[in-house]
Antibody, heavy 122, light 106 residues
């Protein structure tokens, strides 16, 4: 069964950092590009970042460029999102999702993890 | 970047109804579009990809159509479990982007 499980969320003060993890199982991570998507409370889905299967290419949304860094460890089946200089507006649920292609974007993002909640508050 | 709009932003319907949601792209994206259903408190679920291909395991009352700049998601025989938000996602290149969503109340 193909699964993704995010972790690392919690309550953080503005200006601090947190590294989110997405542990995958049931498929070969090194065959797929991966993405992070977030959802602010009561809002829609916002794509944040993607990384190709080989980590050569990374793409970021303008809202997080320069503050967030996506990375991956294919040996340990894990994708990461380092979030620095957190802002109040970074509050939300963070999802990881698998691309159907290795370089991405492919035909779809699927499956998704259940998400990890990040709250930025002073 | 190519922007997506969705209409309506909110719709109320009854069990058994047919509902159509539209997603428009600011420029042509061929058929590089997917549709997702997100139930409250859950992760998004893939319904349709390549504009009209039904994802395995998804009920056949969901269908998608369109090409270029205008796309539709049609749900026939609406069920109570279809209370959700629906999002289109364009995948014609980086960065990918979601539409703003349509909230469906049954």
């Amino acid at each position: 069964q193909e699964q993704l499980m995010e972790s690392g969320g919690g309550v953080f003060e503005p200006g601090t950092s947190v590294k989110l993890s997405c542990v995958t199982s049931g498929f070969t991570l090194s065959n797929h590009a991966m993405h992070w998507v977030r959802q602010a409370p009561g809002k829609g889905l916002e794509w944040l970042a993607s990384v190709t299967y080989d980590s050569i290419y990374k793409n970021y949304a303008e809202s997080v460029k320069g503050r967030f860094t996506i990375s991956r460890d294919n040996i340990h089946n894990t994708v990461y999102l380092q979030t620095d200089s957190l802002r109040l507006e970074d509050t939300g649920v963070y999802f990881c999702a698998r691309d159907s292609a290795n370089y991405g974007p492919g035909n779809y993002l699927n499956p998704w993890g259940q998400g990890t909640e990040v709250t930025v508050s002073s | 970047d190519i922007q997506l709009t969705q209409s309506p932003s909110f719709q109320s319907a009854s069990v058994g109804d047919t509902v159509t949601i539209t997603c428009r792209a600011s420029q042509g994206i061929r058929n590089w579009l997917a549709w997702y259903r997100q139930k409250p408190g859950k992760a998004p679920q893939l319904l349709i990809y390549l504009a009209s291909t039904l994802q395995s395991g998804v009920p056949t009352r969901f269908s998608g159509s369109g090409f270029g700049t205008e796309f539709t998601l049609t749900i026939t025989n609406l069920q109570p479990e279809d209370v959700a938000s629906y999002y289109c996602l364009r995948l014609n290149g980086n960065p990918v982007a979601f539409g703003p969503g349509t909230k469906l109340d049954v």
